[in-house]
């Protein structure tokens, strides 16, 4: 895959919470209203274990726990999307962590319930981005 097609891509898990409360079909519309593209998208429940290996990065941190037991805790969605300047439109469109600071029409400030269940996960960067897609796809489920 070219370093460019890499930088117009991200990723976003639609969370435990947002999926129970039946919210999953109104974020994609959203996300795809937005201009994003879905190149892939699967439901799977994680287990302690992978959702420890895929939030390493927190480990050690105070909401490590708590954060493994919820996103664990029910279905979650995996999405690879594609649209230019993919990770900074998406972060922008999702708003910020906390969903009570998060700005109006956001996807976290509409769906988001606290810090932990703020409905969507989104990558930070492209190549955190890559790594976070590689957890959950291989290269042949990814639409080019």
Same mark, same amino acid.
């Given at each position: ?7 117009? =891509? ?7 919470? !947002?999926?129970?409360?039946?919210? /999953? ?5 959203? +996300? ?18 992978? !959702? ?49 600071? !998060?700005? /109006?029409?956001? +996807? =976290? ?33 990814i639409l080019n």
């Amino acid at each position: 895959m070219s370093i460019i097609m890499v930088n117009n =891509r991200t990723f976003s898990l639609i969370k435990p919470s !947002a999926v129970k409360n039946d919210y /999953h079909g109104e974020i994609i519309y959203l +996300i795809t209203k937005a201009g994003f593209k879905l190149k892939a998208i699967k439901m799977v429940k994680l287990s302690i274990e992978d !959702a420890s290996r895929f939030y390493a990065m927190h480990k050690g941190k105070e909401f490590f726990d708590e954060l493994i037991r919820f996103i664990s805790s029910g279905p979650i969605l995996a999405l690879v999307l594609e649209k230019e300047n993919a990770v900074e439109d998406f972060r922008k469109l999702i708003g910020a962590t906390n969903p009570a600071k !998060a700005e /109006h029409g956001t +996807i =976290r400030q509409q769906f988001g319930e606290s810090i932990t269940k703020n409905a969507v996960h989104g990558a930070d960067s492209s190549e955190n981005a890559q790594k976070e897609w590689s957890f959950f796809f291989s290269e042949r489920e990814i639409l080019n």
